[in-house]
């Protein structure tokens, strides 16, 4: 009885699977990109494109996440309460016009609105072995700090792929990464960005431009008492070409695919 319970679900499964379509949503912003996931219950990766879910690019703000653990665990801040001084100027050229982020802030408002000049002062008291350890004994991305400056997240050579992205979530859940409980707990609680009482988003955007494209990710984990989603949308466009839906495509199409997935409500 057991088997063949475990059989019809299979099937059913199956069925609802061929019908979830992983490329429309990319048609409706026109964008190109892909979408990775993995399916925590059924042990099972979903992604529209294998070989882009494979491909390395500059993380952009999603490095946020690893490097805040790596900042409290190295001690170059106490918690993410912990405010850092505004430097007095910032390259608007690079990272565009936000006044409203040009100010004394908190590591948990830095990295809930992506301010990146915060996170550059902080990656200054951080030295080069110390990432290039926590970043190996992670199995993060590709470890090349051959240029290493202050933002190397978004101009640097070191990249990640989706699908290392989704990897490196998964054991941020399990608490399986080389760093202290509360240093992992700070880090979870910070990364709530979407919340109610059906399930809880934790994520993280990134987008960065970089050899004349525009590259944008939205990487995270949405858990609810059913089961887990980790996922992984990256984007990429020429920047001569001018989409207004970057921004928001990159969330649009994983809430798209997690509502075909019943992961979230339509």
């Not at 048609?27 to 190109?32: A, Q, R, S, Y």
Request: charged share 30%; aromatic share 12%.
């Amino acid at each position: 009885m057991r088997l063949r319970l475990l059989i019809i679900s299979f099937l059913i499964s199956q069925i609802a699977n061929a019908q979830i379509d992983l490329i429309k949503p990319f048609t409706d912003c026109g964008l190109e990109g892909s979408i990775t996931i993995y399916d925590y219950s059924q042990k099972k990766w979903i992604t529209s494109d294998e070989k882009d879910s494979a491909r390395e690019m500059q993380p952009a703000s999603t490095f946020k996440i690893i490097n805040l653990l790596i900042a409290l665990e190295t001690g170059v801040i106490e918690d993410e309460n912990e405010v850092i001084k505004w430097p007095g100027s910032t390259d608007t050229t690079l990272y565009g016009y936000r006044p409203d982020i040009y100010k004394d802030i908190s590591v948990k408002e830095a990295f809930e609105v992506s301010a990146g000049w915060a996170f550059i002062e902080i990656a200054k008291r951080i030295k080069r072995e110390q990432y290039l350890h926590y970043l190996k004994l992670a199995d993060y991305g590709n470890k090349d700090f051959s240029e290493h400056g202050d933002d190397f997240w978004n101009f640097g050579p070191m990249t990640i792929s989706p699908k290392n992205q989704v990897e490196f979530l998964i054991k941020l859940h399990e608490n399986k990464l080389p760093f202290s409980r509360r240093n992992l707990e700070i880090l979870k609680k910070v990364m709530i960005t979407e919340q109610n009482s059906d399930s809880v988003i934790r994520s993280k955007t990134g987008w960065t431009r970089l050899d004349g494209k525009d590259i944008g990710w939205w990487v995270g984990y949405l858990e609810s008492k059913q089961n887990l989603y980790f996922f992984t949308t990256r984007l990429t466009k020429p920047r001569s070409t001018t989409n207004k839906n970057f921004g928001p495509c990159r969330k649009d199409i994983t809430k798209n695919v997690l509502r075909q997935l019943g992961a979230l409500k339509k």
